[in-house]
């Protein structure tokens, strides 16, 4: 009992120095092989690390975290896992200065952790990059897709690692349509939950293989 309360209060320490100490919790995957597409944990042969980094600790338990290579991606009753990476680190533009937005190489998530559990959460922003101007003052901008993902793990002292138990994922999305020469000149589409189906619910999934995070 010693033992295990020297460890929870090593790594307690560890996490609330982390600024100058890196402290990190890394899982090693595959790329997924499809970008976009959630449900797909299909990888590809491309080794990536998921990797989060305590960059503040905030008091209470909280940390602030820099997520870099994705979270890994799991789907009901499948035993693939793959790293995502776009949908978990999303895009980042300014139309007037980037024009187009670009793929993000890190996203900030923000952490709880009790000694035991540890809860993360990231928010992601999406563009499909499909925004189009057609004949007859007809136009589209790109789909949007808003991401949020909450990661439940637990701590195992002995192996100094994190097994990921639950992922609770949401999907929100939003485009603009219309034309110049009608009369309502666009229309707008916001959907705060657009998972499988409409209308839909976060989804709550369960890893069907390992996923260990180890503390570095």
Do not use: W
């Given at each position: 009992m010693k033992i295990m309360?020297?460890?929870?209060?090593?790594l307690s320490l560890c996490l609330a120095y982390s600024v100058s100490w890196g402290t990190s919790i890394v899982y090693?995957?595959?790329?997924?092989?499809?970008?976009?597409?959630?449900?797909?944990?299909t990888p590809l042969g491309t080794s990536v690390q998921s990797?989060?980094?305590?960059?503040?600790?905030?008091?209470?338990?909280?940390?602030r975290l820099r997520l870099t290579g994705g979270i890994p991606r799991v789907a009901d009753g499948n035993?693939?896992?793959?790293?995502?990476?776009?949908?978990?680190l999303g895009y980042f533009g300014i139309g007037e200065v980037d024009v187009l937005p670009n793929p993000l190489d890190s996203a900030d998530a923000t952490a709880y952790f009790n000694g035991q559990d540890l809860i993360i959460t990231i928010n992601a922003m999406v563009s499909d990059l499909t925004q189009r101007r057609l004949p007859l003052s007809i136009f589209y901008t790109s789909r949007i897709f808003a991401y949020s993902y909450t990661l439940f793990l637990?701590?195992?002292?002995?192996?100094?690692?994190?097994?990921?138990?639950?992922?609770?994922?949401?999907?929100?999305y939003t485009q603009t349509n219309g034309s110049t020469n009608s009369i309502t000149p666009f229309f707008e589409?916001?959907?705060?939950?657009?998972?499988?189906?409409?209308?839909?619910?976060?989804?709550?999934?369960?890893?069907?293989?390992n996923i260990e995070y180890r503390l570095e």
């Open positions: 309360q020297v460890v929870l209060v090593t090693d995957g595959l790329q997924c092989q499809s970008t976009f597409d959630p449900d797909d944990p990797r989060f980094e305590v960059i503040e600790e905030a008091g209470g338990g909280l940390y035993n693939s896992v793959c790293i995502d990476s776009a949908t978990a637990e701590f195992n002292p002995q192996l100094s690692q994190f097994a990921l138990k639950k992922i609770i994922r949401n999907r929100g589409t916001v959907l705060p939950s657009f998972n499988s189906e409409l209308p839909d619910r976060p989804k709550i999934l369960t890893p069907i293989p």
